[in-house]
């Protein structure tokens, strides 16, 4: 069982739509956790870092919320654009940059 | 600009013959690490650094030998490929603390 579980593993939604993407993690005690776009055949790049502490952090369109209780966080965007079709991973750290549990991401296609 | 650099970005080799993958960063990170991503089992780290001439296994450590010789290099080592060894490659450096990765554009090795 993969202790970074990511729902839904796709999704199609038109451009201009919002939707959430959902993590749950088994793992414990972390540091923080952070999530990632990635493109088809590239590497992935960093959209927020998220310490225990905290519950939200926006970055543009995307908004990222973390209950460290229910261990879930939440991946929001906002008014989505064609650009925004690519696959979304959500990334435990134990906090030393030593151990990162990748989740399988989400897929994301924006149609037009 | 801030860039991991990998290459090659496409590879088709032999089984049994060596090579390497290169990777450089220009940021002055301590932490570097590769990893290989294959469908439906997500990003997984192969080997990782801490810093000069300290290198650790991750998750996925055989067949693969790397060097930290210095701080900006961290080239993959595959002394003896075998065909399940294909896969995407990525490399990756972060700064100390609960900063992002950034990752290299990718090498997509074939081993026939």
């Known amino acids: 069982k993969n202790q970074v579980e990511q729902s839904p593993q796709s999704l199609i939604i038109l451009e201009g739509k919002n939707c959430t993407l959902q993590?749950?993690?088994?793992?414990?005690?972390?540091?923080?956790l952070r999530w990632y776009k990635q493109d088809t055949g590239r590497g992935p790049v960093s959209l927020t870092i998220?310490?225990?502490s905290e519950n939200t952090k926006s970055n543009g369109r995307y908004t990222a919320t973390l209950d460290a209780d229910t261990k879930q966080s939440s991946l929001h965007i906002t008014a989505s654009q064609l650009s925004d079709s690519a696959s979304y991973i959500c990334?435990?750290?134990?906090?030393?940059?030593?151990?990162?549990?990748w989740g399988l991401g989400t897929s994301l296609a924006v149609n037009p | 600009e801030a860039q991991v650099t990998q290459n090659p970005r496409y590879l088709i080799t032999v089984t049994g013959k060596k090579l390497t993958v290169t990777c450089s960063q220009n940021?002055?990170?301590?932490?570097m690490s590769w990893y290989r991503q294959d469908p439906g089992l997500g990003l997984r780290q192969i080997y990782y650094?801490?810093?000069?001439?300290?290198?650790d296994k991750g998750d996925v450590p055989e067949g693969y030998k790397v060097s930290r010789k210095e701080k900006r290099n961290f080239p993959l080592i595959l002394e003896s490929p075998s065909p399940n060894q294909t896969s995407l490659y990525f490399c990756?450096?972060?700064?100390?603390?609960?900063?992002?990765?950034?990752f290299g554009q990718g090498t997509r090795l074939t081993v026939v």
């Open positions: 993590c749950n993690y088994t793992v414990s005690p972390f540091s923080n």
């Open positions: 650094s801490m810093n000069v001439e300290v290198t």
């Open positions: 990756a450096s972060t700064g100390q603390g609960n900063t992002e990765a950034f």
């Open positions: 998220m310490t225990f």
């Open positions: 990334v435990w750290n134990a906090g030393n940059n030593r151990k990162l549990i």
């Open positions: 940021m002055n990170h301590e932490y």
